[in-house]
């Protein structure tokens, strides 16, 4: 097939003989970046970008064996030369660049266009090949600019404040709740968090500087909530687990907030359409930069996107079907 092939265990390069975010054990993994549905437990050998080195620790087993290097740094296996770039995804995500005898392919891993202030902004990647995901590949997925989804969460919180309503976001672990803290730090707010998200918060601080946030324990009272955002992840949002919160305002953070009756289904009060995937626009500008005369559509809406980049811009392209989900909770 090419440089890289579709096996049964993952994205497969013959001539180097390793795996790209393999989703099951192997000898050795190239790891886009530290969610579950791209970095799987039982490999022998990880290669990875070094701000996912505590990330893939943290998440999969401290003692998990991780080659680690910087992004444009190049390393060759079996003369088959491995480059990892920013894919502004989370941090520490990263694209796979593969050249062996002057053919090159891109594996983006998950990427959005957009510099969300705390992961490396993705940048574009010159190849033959390019394998993309396409999450949110459709013509309805446009995003608003972050600084105006921080800007509508804040005016939501104030009124929840005003109402006396504790404010709970829902964002994922590792990715959005870092995205969400960062920026809604310099409006003043401060935090409680999931014991899942304030993990992530422990490893990420042994490598890069965050905002502090609290564990939001069961001794925290409800005069303290109310002085904070809460943030827990989607996987947390029970009526249970909810229950002590009250009274609160629920606000989903997702990309599929996009579409009408997403919210309702989802029995949240607010839905902010914030993602860490390419909206449409951004899928179609990142393939365009890279020239690539023949791309792969993975995970997603597929077979859309592949349909648009063959018949309105002509590049070949086809989907493959991969076990990559839409993120890793």
Not at 69 to 95: C, E, M, R
Not at 132 to 143: A, K, V
Not at 177 to 189: K, S, W
Not at 279 to 294: K, P, R, S, V, Y
Request: net charge neutral; charged share 20%.
């Amino acid at each position: 097939m090419g440089l890289i092939s579709f096996t049964d265990n993952g994205l497969y390069c013959k001539q180097g003989d390793f795996y790209i975010d393999p989703w099951k054990p192997v000898h050795r993994a190239v790891t886009t970046h530290a969610h579950s549905d791209h970095a799987r437990w039982g490999s022998k050998l990880y290669l990875a970008h070094k701000d996912s080195y505590y990330l893939l620790k943290a998440r999969l087993y401290e003692d998990i064996a991780i080659q680690s290097v910087d992004y444009g740094q190049t390393i060759s296996i079996n003369n088959v030369k491995i480059t990892l770039f920013p894919a502004g995804h989370i941090i520490g995500s990263a694209q796979v660049r593969v050249e062996y005898k002057g053919e090159v392919w891109v594996v983006s891993g998950d990427y959005k266009t957009e510099d969300d202030l705390v992961s490396v902004p993705f940048e574009p990647v010159k190849c033959n090949t390019f394998i993309t995901e396409s999450t949110f590949g459709l013509p309805i997925y446009q995003w608003q600019k972050q600084s105006s989804i921080m800007e509508d969460i804040h005016l939501w919180v104030q009124a929840n404040q005003a109402a006396g309503r504790n404010s709970i976001l829902t964002a994922y672990s590792l990715g959005k709740a870092q995205r969400l803290i960062h920026n809604l730090t310099p409006y003043g707010y401060k935090f409680y968090v999931h014991g899942a998200i304030y993990a992530m918060q422990e490893a990420i601080a042994r490598f890069m500087k965050m905002p502090a946030v609290d564990y939001l324990g069961a001794d925290i009272t409800k005069e303290e909530m109310k002085k904070r955002i809460i943030i827990i992840p989607p996987s947390a949002d029970s009526a249970a687990y909810l229950k002590r919160m009250q009274p609160f305002s629920l606000g989903v953070c997702s990309g599929w907030m996009q579409v009408r009756g997403a919210q309702r289904r989802r029995n949240a009060d607010a839905g902010f359409a914030l993602s860490d995937h390419a909206d449409w626009q951004g899928l179609l500008q990142a393939i365009n930069a890279t020239g690539a005369e023949c791309v792969y559509a993975t995970h997603g809406f597929t077979a859309p996107l592949a349909r648009y980049l063959r018949e309105e811009m002509g590049i070949k392209a086809d989907v493959v079907k991969t076990s990559f989900g839409e993120d890793e909770e």
